[in-house]
């Protein structure tokens, strides 16, 4: 899914759980989960990096907005305001992992991005994997309830 539907989720566990450990436990896990649900994919990987890497910047910006806002408007405590920051950053850190080793082929992160596949039920060229609004359906859903989730 979008690093957005990510962090989002992950903002979410972070307003719920006190513990950045927790955090942590529950949200790496969470993000293959999702993963494995239908999804497109932006990444044009036929075109490289410099080709792809704004799409990225504004995937990233675009789940930290929206928590952002919720946390000013929502009037957060320092405290909550880690606690969000904190569970988006490792909701979306598998995808992290799975960049550095398809980037750098860092043998430990073999295994991670391995399962990171795995989890994709759809290859990346079917028509399930397009950039299109149907594929959207489940990040736009995820997110909405994340964000309702944040503003309860
Ligand atoms: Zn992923």
Redo the contacts with the bound molecule.
């Keep these: 899914?979008i690093l957005t539907t990510?962090a989002l989720a992950g903002a979410a566990i972070g307003k719920t759980v006190a513990n950045p450990w927790l955090i942590m436990v529950i949200v790496i896990p969470l993000?293959?989960f999702?993963?494995h649900f239908r999804h497109g994919e932006y990444l044009d990987k036929k075109m490289g990096l410099r080709k792809n890497y704004w799409k990225i910047i504004l995937d990233i910006s675009l789940g930290l907005s929206i928590i952002g806002s919720v946390a000013y408007f929502k009037n957060f405590s320092p405290v909550q305001m880690f606690l969000v920051f904190w569970g988006a950053f490792f909701s979306m850190f598998?995808?992290l992992l799975?960049f550095l080793y398809w980037k750098f082929k860092i043998a430990f992160l073999k295994k991670p991005y391995q399962l990171?596949k795995w989890?994709?039920k759809f290859p990346p060229d079917s028509p399930e994997s397009q950039w299109n609004l149907r594929n959207s359906v489940n990040d736009i859903l995820f997110s909405l309830l994340a964000i309702v989730w944040l503003f309860l």
């Design positions: 899914m990510h993000h293959y999702m993963d598998p995808d799975t990171h989890v994709h």
